[in-house]
C-alpha cells in the first residue's frame, strides 16, 4: 500500500511540475508578444519596387498584418479577400499590411501579376523572425496579427484566415 501511494505521490508531483512549468511558459510567452508591437513599428522593409517604408507610419490605425509567401498556397488564396477587406474597412481607419517571407523577385513578380492593393512589403527571413516574437513559434504561413489602435496585439491567426471571425473581431474593436 506504501508503494501504491508513494506512487501516486510521485504522478501528483510530476503533473504539478508540468503545470507550473506551462504556467510559467505561457507568461513567458505573452512578454515577447506585447513587445512585438514595438518592434514591428520600429521596422523599415521595402516594398515590391525597392523603396523602403517605415512601418511606424501605421501607428494609430487598426492593423491586418498578414505574414506570407508566394510558395504558400493557403496565403495566396486569401489574399482576393485581404483586397476585399481592405476596401471595405480601409474608410474605417483599418489597414491590411502583407509581410512578404520571400524574395524580393518573387514578390515583385507577384505584385505586378495580382492586383493587390495595400501594401506588400519584403521581409525574407527577417519575417519569420517577426513572426516568432509575435507568437507564431512553429513558423507557420499564412498568420496574421490583429493590432489595435493603442499598438496592442488583439488576437493572432495561424493558417487561412476565417473572415467571418476576422470581421467580428476587427468590429470588437
Known amino acids: 500500500m506504501k508503494k501504491i501511494n508513494f506512487l ?3 504522478i501528483a508531483i510530476v503533473f504539478a511540475a508540468t ?3 506551462f504556467a510559467l ?3 513567458e510567452s505573452t512578454v515577447p508578444q506585447q513587445s512585438a508591437s514595438n518592434s514591428f513599428f520600429a521596422q523599415t522593409f521595402s516594398d515590391a519596387q525597392g523603396r523602403p517604408h517605415a512601418l511606424s507610419q501605421w501607428k494609430g490605425k487598426i492593423l491586418v498584418v498578414n505574414f506570407w509567401a508566394t510558395w504558400c498556397p493557403p496565403c495566396v488564396e486569401e489574399m482576393p479577400e485581404l483586397v476585399a477587406l481592405q476596401r471595405e474597412m ?3 481607419n483599418v489597414q491590411v499590411i502583407g509581410i512578404g517571407i520571400d524574395s524580393a523577385a518573387n514578390i515583385s513578380a507577384f505584385s505586378l501579376k495580382h492586383k493587390i492593393d495595400y ?3 519584403i521581409a525574407g527571413m527577417n519575417g519569420t523572425e517577426l513572426s516568432r516574437q509575435f507568437g507564431n513559434q512553429s513558423g507557420g504561413l499564412p498568420f ?3 493590432i489595435g489602435t493603442d499598438g496592442q496585439i488583439k488576437k493572432t491567426y495561424l493558417g487561412r484566415l476565417k473572415f467571418i471571425q476576422l470581421r467580428q473581431d476587427l468590429a470588437s474593436l
Do not use: D, I, N, S
Request: net charge neutral; aromatic share 16%.
Open 8 to 10: 501516486f505521490a510521485a
Open 19 to 21: 503545470g507550473v512549468y
Open 25 to 27: 511558459e505561457r507568461v
Open 90 to 92: 480601409g474608410l474605417h
Open 119 to 121: 501594401p506588400l512589403y
Open 144 to 146: 496574421t496579427v490583429l
